[in-house]
């Protein structure tokens, strides 16, 4: 299982963390943010596809500013999946 780390950025949330094994996602953590929307976000992501996960959420904003914890969600996971590609094909 890989674990994989992201600093959000014009968030509420501080840092977002999660695991990929299996080419699913798995235990995501927000630190910051509003814990309730946050916890039920990481419940329902559970074992879900990370590439159609970032899909779903890029884009997602939060009223007056350029980005959301979702979206910030969704460039961890581009982030992630492109090291993890690299890494594949060195």
Do not use: W
């Not at 600093?7 to 509420?12: D, K, L, S």
């Not at 094994?21 to 992501?45: E, M, R, T, W």
């Not at 559970?46 to 970032?54: F, L, R, S």
């Not at 779903?56 to 992630?80: F, H, Y």
């Amino acid at each position: 299982m890989a674990s994989y780390s992201y600093a959000p950025q014009g968030t509420c949330s501080r840092h977002i963390s999660f695991e990929l094994k299996d080419q699913k996602l798995h235990n995501i953590k927000f630190v910051g943010g509003c814990p309730g929307n946050l916890a039920a976000i990481s419940k329902l992501l559970e074992g879900a596809d990370p590439k159609k996960t970032a899909d779903l959420l890029r884009g997602n904003l939060c009223p007056g500013k350029p980005t959301s914890c979702a979206d910030q969600l969704a460039r961890a996971l581009d982030n992630a999946l492109a090291t993890k590609e690299k890494i594949q094909n060195t």
